[in-house]
């Protein structure tokens, strides 16, 4: 296969993850990345765009692709404000696959949350399903939103919330079973994985895959 990926937040959790399976599968024989800022990165597969996120039409070569992975994500604290986090959860996400699709892109895949339902009280899990529900409604061969539990992974900044969800989600693992077992911290190289292979397995029209399911296709 000859395929161009592009991906969006490629210095996230996920996102850095992501790049280094895209990266290393041959599937694919150009990698592009739309970033704030250079990853210095050498690999003769990756083609880097350095841009402001509020001007993407000015990227339309990046755009031009046959699957669009995006990994943007934040939170409240860190974006300041509710405003700021819909631009990054949802704006962003939702005008880059506008630009993907109208360049030609068949195959948009998403990380967004478990829980994500645009009508939780919760504003984080609303404007997950919300930007869910905006991507599900556009003209993409295939969609696959992918909805893990708390992940785990280094970050580059300290998030106590999280860290702590951490340490007790691996306490109670154990005994989250059945129908439970969605709720178990998974890694975040788990999710880039999964993501890539879902990105070569064919599917079409939309596919959501939830935490649990993720961990089955990574084989654990």
């Known amino acids: 296969m000859n395929k161009?990926?592009?991906?969006?937040?490629?210095?996230?959790?996920?996102?850095?993850?992501?790049?280094?399976?895209?990266?290393?599968?041959?599937s694919y024989s150009s990698i592009k990345i739309i970033t704030r800022r250079s990853l210095n990165n050498r690999?003769?597969?990756?083609?880097?765009?350095?841009?402001?996120?509020?001007?993407?039409?000015?990227?339309?070569?990046?755009f031009v692709c046959d699957?669009?992975?995006?990994?943007l994500g934040t939170t409240l604290k860190k974006a300041g404000s509710r405003t700021n986090f819909i631009k990054v959860d949802f704006e962003y996400p939702y005008r880059s696959a506008e630009?993907?699709?109208?360049?030609?892109?068949?195959?948009?895949?998403?990380?967004?949350?478990l829980g994500a339902n645009k009508n939780s009280k919760t504003f984080y899990l609303k404007i997950k399903g919300?930007?869910?529900?905006?991507?599900?409604?556009?003209?993409?061969?295939?969609?696959?939103?992918?909805?893990?539990?708390?992940?785990?992974?280094k970050r580059e900044e300290v998030r106590t919330g999280e860290r702590i969800g951490e340490i007790l989600g691996k306490i109670f693992s154990?005994?989250?079973?059945?129908?439970?077992?969605?709720?178990?911290?998974?890694?975040?190289d788990t999710v880039a994985k999964v993501m890539v292979l879902c990105a070569n397995s064919n599917y079409k029209g939309i596919n959501v895959i939830q935490s649990d399911e993720i961990s089955m296709k990574a084989g654990m």
């Open 4 to 26: 161009t990926a592009l991906l969006i937040g490629a210095t996230g959790l996920i996102g850095s993850r992501c790049l280094n399976y895209l990266l290393s599968d041959d």
């Open 43 to 62: 690999n003769e597969k990756l083609i880097e765009y350095v841009a402001d996120f509020e001007q993407l039409e000015k990227q339309r070569e990046a």
């Open 67 to 71: 699957d669009l992975f995006c990994c």
């Open 99 to 113: 630009l993907a699709l109208m360049s030609g892109a068949k195959q948009f895949l998403l990380v967004s949350s």
């Open 130 to 153: 919300e930007v869910e529900e905006a991507v599900s409604k556009l003209n993409f061969a295939s969609v696959i939103i992918f909805q893990p539990s708390l992940l785990l992974g």
């Open 174 to 188: 154990p005994i989250l079973l059945g129908g439970l077992k969605k709720y178990k911290p998974i890694e975040a």
